[in-house]
């Protein structure tokens, strides 16, 4: 089966940076979509920023100049770097995918980290 395990997360002070990685594992054939999303106590979750195999990057507008999605096709590994970090960044940040797997449940699949945590304070 396939997972995906994030690290990274921690607490930050206002103006400083994380980087989160997120690495998927199993019976992969390819992934095309790997992303970020978040979620704040009592809102809904969020896209953060996505990335396609090809290197093409999307960012929700509340991110855009701060943080910057790449990815290692190699590791099948998504990062984010967040830059000039603000207290309202703070959520659990959850890893996604869409994987399309070999063998006997050939097929794409949305996959999600368990989430890590991201606090924005001083």
């Known amino acids: 089966q396939v997972q995906l395990v994030e690290s990274g997360g921690g607490l930050v002070q206002p103006g400083g940076s994380l980087r989160l990685s997120c690495a998927a594992s199993?019976?992969?054939?390819?992934?095309?979509?790997m992303g970020w999303y978040r979620q704040a106590p009592g809102k809904e979750r969020e896209l953060v920023a996505r990335?396609?195999?090809?290197?093409?990057?999307n960012y929700a507008d509340f991110v855009k100049g701060r943080f910057t999605i790449s990815r290692d096709n190699a590791k099948n590994t998504v990062y984010l770097q967040m830059n000039s970090l603000k207290p309202e960044d703070t959520a659990v940040y959850y890893c996604?995918?869409?994987?399309?797997?070999?063998?006997?449940?050939?097929?794409?699949?949305?996959?999600w980290g368990q989430g890590t945590q991201v606090t924005v304070s001083s």
């Open positions: 996604n995918a869409e994987v399309v797997v070999f063998g006997p449940a050939y097929g794409a699949y949305e996959i």
């Open positions: 199993g019976n992969i054939y390819s992934i095309p979509t």
């Open positions: 990335i396609t195999t090809t290197g093409s990057p």
